[in-house]
């Protein structure tokens, strides 16, 4: 794996941990796809630093689980605006 795709990992395992964010939050913050910090994440993560893949797991799962939450408060809001 080349040294830049393996600091863009750690960098994106860091932030995920550090400030909760989802997958797509974390994208549009490193400018790659979701498909590509899903890749490191799930993939990359676990060949360079497995306890760390773990607690990126962990706060990946809690957002999971509430994102049909979310969703529906961004419908919520979406009309009550209008």
Not at 22 to 48: N, Y
Not at 53 to 69: C, F, G, P, S, T
Request: no cysteine.
């Amino acid at each position: 794996m080349k040294d830049y795709i393996e600091e863009r990992v750690l960098n994106i395992a860091e932030y995920i941990i550090a400030s909760n964010s989802t997958v797509r939050e974390t994208a549009k913050r490193f400018g790659v796809s979701k498909s590509t910090v899903h890749k490191d994440v799930s993939d990359r993560l676990l060949q360079i630093n497995p306890a760390l893949a773990k607690e990126v797991r962990k706060v990946l799962d809690v957002n999971k689980a509430e994102r049909h939450i979310r969703g529906g408060l961004a419908t919520r809001e979406k009309y009550l605006h209008i």
